[in-house]
């Protein structure tokens, strides 16, 4: 290649020096040293050269196969991606089918799942009803004859104060001062038989007024339990206990 660029700048040098025509832009130069120099610079291109021109001769043909195999290529890619989102599409429909046949499955437990809670927490509910009536009639009974007896006892106290007052009135009533003693007394024991007689009737209506706020207590908690097993079951938010809310204020459950 070195030969080449010498061979050229001396053929400029040449053209440079040469004389030049008259009335005209041409020049005279040496044919025998050009032509020398011209095949010097054709014997120092390498091979290479000629071998691309030969690939540039050949280039259409080039371009022509690489575009018909691009092509093919293409079609058959085209063609291995349909067939790859077919399979893919074929396998969402089955994966969609298994998973929406599971979901069925999984609503139909719960739903039987949720149907068995309501039915339990409705039989407790219902036994638990009936347990605090049936214990609500029995502190009913007893407070009814708790209080009969303790008005009953008023009724003798007072009447045996009473009666022991007359008697006594009767028995001092021949003296004055005793007498006047006497009434003070009679009336001290009959106000004592009235007092005792009122303290036993607020004793009594106490003791059913706290029977009745435990049986209140036992009532609204049976009915805040069933309230909120009811919205855990709407809600799904988990299997409601009863055993707190079912616990007696003494103790049992």
Same mark, same amino acid.
């Given at each position: 290649?070195?030969?080449?660029?010498?061979?050229?700048?001396?053929?400029?040098?040449?053209?440079?020096?040469?004389?030049?025509?008259?009335?005209?832009?041409?020049?005279?130069?040496?044919?025998?040293?050009?032509?020398?120099?011209?095949?010097?610079?054709?014997?120092?291109?390498?091979?290479?050269?000629?071998?691309?021109?030969d690939?540039?001769? %050949?280039? &259409?043909?080039? =371009?022509?196969? @690489?575009?018909?195999? *691009? #092509?093919?290529?293409?079609?058959? +890619?085209? !063609?291995? $991606?349909?067939?790859?989102?077919?399979?893919?599409?074929?396998?969402?429909?089955?994966?969609?089918?298994?998973?929406?046949? %599971?979901? &069925?499955?999984? =609503?139909?437990? @719960?739903?039987?799942? *949720? #149907?068995?809670l309501?039915?339990? +927490?409705? !039989?407790? $509910?219902?036994?638990?009803?009936?347990?605090?009536e049936?214990?609500?009639?029995?502190?009913?009974e007893?407070?009814?004859?708790?209080?009969?007896?303790?008005?009953d006892?008023?009724?003798?106290?007072? #009447?045996?104060?009473?009666?022991?007052?007359? !008697?006594?009135?009767?028995?001092?009533?021949?003296?004055?001062?005793?007498?006047?003693?006497?009434?003070?007394?009679s009336?001290?024991?009959?106000?004592?038989?009235?007092?005792?007689?009122?303290?036993?009737?607020? #004793?009594?209506?106490l003791?059913?007024?706290t029977?009745?706020?435990?049986?209140?207590?036992?009532?609204?908690?049976?009915?805040?339990?069933?309230?909120?097993?009811?919205?855990?079951?709407?809600?799904?938010?988990?299997?409601?206990?009863?055993?707190?809310?079912?616990?007696?204020?003494?103790?049992?459950?």
């Amino acid at each position: 290649m070195y030969r080449v660029f010498e061979a050229l700048d001396e053929l400029v040098a040449i053209v440079e020096e040469a004389r030049g025509v008259p009335m005209t832009a041409g020049c005279v130069v040496p044919r025998g040293d050009v032509l020398e120099l011209l095949d010097d610079v054709r014997d120092a291109i390498p091979g290479e050269l000629d071998d691309a021109q030969d690939v540039l001769d %050949h280039r &259409d043909k080039l =371009v022509s196969d @690489a575009r018909t195999g *691009a #092509e093919k290529t293409i079609s058959s +890619a085209n !063609a291995e $991606a349909t067939s790859t989102v077919e399979n893919a599409r074929d396998e969402a429909d089955r994966l969609l089918a298994d998973a929406k046949a %599971h979901a &069925d499955r999984m =609503v139909a437990e @719960a739903t039987a799942h *949720a #149907e068995n809670l309501v039915a339990d +927490a409705t !039989a407790r $509910a219902d036994a638990t009803i009936a347990d605090a009536e049936h214990e609500y009639e029995e502190l009913t009974e007893r407070g009814r004859m708790e209080s009969a007896r303790s008005i009953d006892a008023g009724k003798a106290a007072y #009447e045996r104060s009473v009666a022991d007052g007359i !008697a006594e009135q009767e028995r001092l009533v021949s003296q004055t001062e005793v007498v006047q003693a006497a009434h003070a007394e009679s009336a001290r024991v009959i106000d004592a038989a009235h007092a005792e007689s009122d303290r036993l009737r607020t #004793e009594c209506d106490l003791y059913v007024d706290t029977k009745f706020s435990e049986f209140e207590e036992i009532l609204s908690g049976t009915l805040r339990s069933v309230g909120r097993g009811r919205q855990q079951l709407r809600t799904g938010s988990g299997v409601p206990s009863y055993d707190t809310d079912f616990a007696d204020p003494r103790g049992r459950r």
